[in-house]
């Protein structure tokens, strides 16, 4: 009844209370505007975003049109990036590069140009390192996945050594303790090489362990703390473990530390960018402890169970306490996960429209096979070792539960593939443009333009008041953060309405208001100034018909 009372509780609690969930920050302003030309030199710019952002050592770079590097100075406060100017710099386009971290870990970046006096008429692209990648590089996330597997296993297995197994079963808790101790060590070497492999990631310098002594400012306390809870949790853990057999103090003392560093991850990343930020981290820190709780239970019966059905009962016994245990911390799970997964998404677009949300389908996905063989185990393989009378059916039924918990924890490793993956990937996204579309037809076009795709749609696609809508994102769906300004115009082969202007909506998304007054064909050309200071030009044609 507990269980069931949080179940109903914590869902009404989150969902209930929650504004919407503030996600991946992006730039929604800049002072002075993309491709100004200013009678005076300012004497700072300004960069203004929808969410807290933290600065990174050499993160802002100011370039004259030559490409020739101008003394500046950056600070961050809230939402602001204010880059302080020289005092004199001349009739000529400046252009700005910065990089700032988002409050969930993940790094943005982007450029503004603008001039004095006059804008130049040859612009230099700034040196190559000024430009660097958002995307986490991969050697990141499959280091973070040795750490999330590699901790999920040891404090997984420390749980099941207390919790599970028989105090006289000594040949199985040492086999437990042992890889314990191998997962504990796999996990505090990979939660201390994602310290400097993030520092790096952050200042744009890709994946290095020796990223260089400013680096190690553009980490949080918090990332700190949490990996040392991780590391001195874990080890902490499996020391008190001993061989297997702690004895009840040690045991509970162990049980603790196991608990501590598994839930401490849910102190940094998507979570503390979710709303209410207290319950949406103890949900994580449920759903980490779920996680723990099944994956390392699973390995602990795949080595225990064997050597226990030669012992009369003590297999069945530990299967049935593990099994009903195991069912509620698969609720749990699932309850935990669904609600994460929502409050950092945010709609169902988001969760089929974007590439982190497809990611996140893929682990549910995956999941999903986990809980089939999870299911197969309980109802059909558990009832078999519970009727058998003789010892070698005995065997032979612990052997097929074993070889099954062995398969459910190896879809389980890739479960937490996709969760190191996750983790490194911004949750940002597009909306979908259907979701804009008026009450009669509508269409949208797509174009692409090397790495950015441009999506225009229109809407009722009829003589008369339509709304335009334009997506500008990357391959994988979000946002394209090389875009610095766009502009439309909106023309057919009779007549030319000229740019129309348009509103913010979103990240990448933009949308007008346009009065179409003929039928026929009709063409939105859409001008993008992006990458490094290059302009490209998209069109999309519609059929519109006659109102």
Same mark, same amino acid.
């Not at 700032?100 to 692209?125: K, M, R, W």
């Not at 080595?303 to 306490?321: D, F, H, M, Q, T």
């Not at 799970?333 to 996140?360: E, F, K, M, P």
């Given at each position: 009844?507990?269980?069931?009372?949080?179940?109903?509780?914590?869902?009404?609690?989150?969902?209930?209370?929650?504004?919407?969930?503030?996600?991946?920050?992006?730039?929604?302003?800049?002072?002075?505007?993309?491709?100004?030309?200013?009678?005076?030199?300012?004497?700072?710019?300004?960069?203004?975003?929808?969410?807290?952002?933290?600065?990174?050592?050499?993160?802002?770079?100011?370039?004259?049109?030559?490409? +020739?590097?101008?003394?500046?100075?950056?600070?961050?406060?809230?939402?602001?990036?204010?880059?302080?100017?020289?005092?004199?710099?001349?009739?000529?386009?400046?252009?700005?590069?910065?990089?700032?971290?988002?409050?969930?870990?993940?790094?943005?970046?982007?450029?503004?140009?603008? #001039?004095?006096?006059?804008? #130049?008429?040859?612009?230099? #692209?700034?040196?190559?390192?000024?430009?660097?990648?958002?995307?986490? %590089?991969?050697?990141?996330?499959?280091?973070?996945?040795?750490?999330?597997?590699?901790?999920?296993?040891?404090?997984?297995?420390?749980?099941?050594?207390?919790?599970?197994? %028989?105090?006289?079963?000594?040949?199985?808790?040492?086999?437990?303790?042992?890889?314990?101790?191998?997962?504990?060590?796999?996990?505090?070497?990979?939660?201390?090489?994602?310290?400097?492999?993030? /520092?790096?990631?952050?200042?744009?310098?890709?994946?290095?362990?020796?990223?260089?002594?400013?680096?190690?400012?553009?980490?949080?306390?918090?990332?700190?703390?949490?990996?040392?809870?991780?590391?001195?949790?874990?080890?902490?853990?499996?020391?008190?473990?001993?061989?297997?057999? %702690? *004895? $009840? +103090?040690?045991?509970?003392?162990?049980?603790?530390?196991?608990?501590?560093?598994?839930?401490?991850?849910?102190?940094?990343?998507?979570? +503390?960018?979710?709303?209410?930020?207290?319950?949406?981290?103890?949900?994580?820190?449920?759903?980490?402890?779920?996680?723990?709780?099944?994956?390392?239970?699973?390995?602990?019966?795949?080595?225990?169970?064997?050597?226990?059905?030669?012992?009369?009962?003590?297999?069945?016994?530990?299967?049935?306490?593990?099994?009903?245990?195991?069912?509620?911390?698969?609720?749990?799970?699932?309850?935990?996960?669904?609600?994460?997964?929502?409050?950092?998404?945010?709609?169902?677009?988001?969760?089929?429209?974007?590439?982190? *949300?497809?990611?996140?389908?893929?682990?549910?996905?995956?999941?999903?096979?986990?809980?089939?063989?999870?299911?197969?185990?309980?109802? $059909?393989?558990?009832?078999?070792?519970?009727?058998?009378?003789?010892?070698?059916? +005995?065997?032979?039924?612990?052997?097929?539960?074993?070889?099954?918990?062995?398969?459910?924890? /190896?879809?389980?490793?890739?479960?937490?593939?996709?969760?190191?993956?996750?983790?490194?990937?911004?949750?940002?996204?597009?909306?979908?443009?259907?979701?804009?579309?008026?009450? *009669?037809?509508?269409?949208?076009?797509?174009?692409?333009?090397?790495?950015?795709?441009?999506?225009?749609?229109?809407?009722?696609?009829?003589?008369?008041?339509? @709304?335009?809508?334009?997506?500008?994102?990357?391959?994988?769906?979000?946002?394209?953060?090389?875009?610095?300004?766009? #502009?439309?115009?909106?023309?057919?082969?009779?007549?030319?309405?000229?740019?129309?202007?348009? @509103?913010?909506?979103?990240?990448?998304?933009? @949308?007008?208001?346009?009065?179409?007054?003929?039928?026929?064909?009709?063409?939105?050309?859409?001008?993008?100034?992006?990458?490094?200071?290059?302009?490209?030009?998209?069109?999309?044609?519609? @059929?519109?018909?006659?109102?």
């Amino acid at each position: 009844m507990a269980v069931l009372a949080v179940l109903v509780a914590v869902p009404v609690l989150l969902l209930g209370s929650a504004g919407p969930a503030r996600a991946h920050a992006t730039l929604i302003g800049t002072a002075p505007a993309q491709g100004a030309v200013l009678a005076a030199a300012p004497d700072r710019a300004v960069f203004t975003f929808d969410g807290p952002v933290v600065d990174v050592p050499g993160g802002v770079q100011v370039f004259d049109a030559r490409g +020739r590097e101008i003394e500046s100075s950056a600070a961050v406060s809230g939402e602001e990036l204010v880059v302080a100017l020289p005092g004199s710099v001349g009739e000529r386009t400046l252009v700005v590069v910065w990089r700032v971290v988002s409050e969930d870990g993940h790094p943005i970046n982007g450029s503004l140009s603008f #001039s004095v006096g006059a804008a #130049s008429t040859d612009v230099a #692209s700034p040196p190559a390192a000024a430009a660097s990648p958002e995307q986490a %590089p991969p050697a990141l996330s499959l280091v973070r996945w040795v750490g999330y597997a590699g901790l999920f296993l040891a404090t997984g297995l420390v749980g099941f050594a207390v919790l599970f197994l %028989p105090a006289s079963s000594d040949r199985a808790r040492h086999r437990v303790a042992a890889l314990a101790r191998a997962g504990a060590v796999a996990t505090a070497l990979a939660w201390l090489a994602v310290l400097p492999l993030t /520092a790096s990631y952050r200042l744009g310098a890709g994946a290095s362990l020796f990223p260089g002594s400013a680096a190690w400012s553009s980490l949080s306390a918090a990332e700190y703390g949490v990996t040392g809870a991780v590391v001195g949790g874990v080890v902490a853990a499996v020391a008190l473990l001993g061989r297997g057999r %702690p *004895g $009840r +103090r040690r045991g509970w003392l162990a049980l603790a530390a196991a608990v501590v560093a598994t839930g401490a991850p849910a102190w940094t990343g998507h979570t +503390r960018a979710a709303s209410p930020e207290v319950l949406a981290v103890g949900v994580d820190v449920l759903h980490l402890l779920a996680g723990s709780v099944w994956f390392g239970g699973l390995v602990g019966l795949a080595l225990s169970v064997p050597e226990l059905a030669g012992r009369g009962s003590a297999a069945a016994e530990v299967l049935a306490r593990f099994s009903g245990f195991a069912a509620a911390v698969l609720a749990v799970l699932v309850v935990s996960g669904s609600l994460l997964a929502w409050r950092i998404v945010g709609s169902w677009d988001g969760l089929t429209g974007t590439g982190y *949300g497809l990611l996140l389908l893929v682990k549910i996905g995956v999941a999903v096979i986990a809980v089939v063989i999870a299911a197969w185990n309980r109802f $059909r393989l558990l009832p078999r070792v519970h009727r058998a009378a003789r010892e070698p059916d +005995r065997r032979s039924g612990a052997r097929l539960v074993a070889r099954s918990a062995a398969a459910e924890a /190896a879809v389980l490793v890739a479960v937490v593939l996709v969760t190191g993956f996750l983790v490194d990937r911004s949750p940002e996204g597009s909306v979908a443009l259907a979701a804009s579309a008026g009450t *009669g037809g509508s269409g949208v076009e797509t174009v692409r333009l090397d790495d950015v795709v441009v999506r225009a749609a229109l809407s009722p696609q009829a003589v008369g008041a339509n @709304t335009l809508t334009i997506e500008v994102q990357d391959p994988s769906g979000g946002p394209a953060g090389t875009v610095q300004s766009l #502009s439309v115009r909106v023309s057919s082969d009779a007549l030319d309405l000229g740019a129309v202007p348009l @509103t913010f909506a979103a990240a990448g998304r933009y @949308t007008a208001s346009v009065v179409l007054p003929a039928a026929g064909t009709w063409r939105m050309q859409v001008s993008l100034r992006f990458g490094e200071f290059e302009s490209s030009v998209a069109t999309a044609e519609f @059929t519109v018909a006659a109102g």
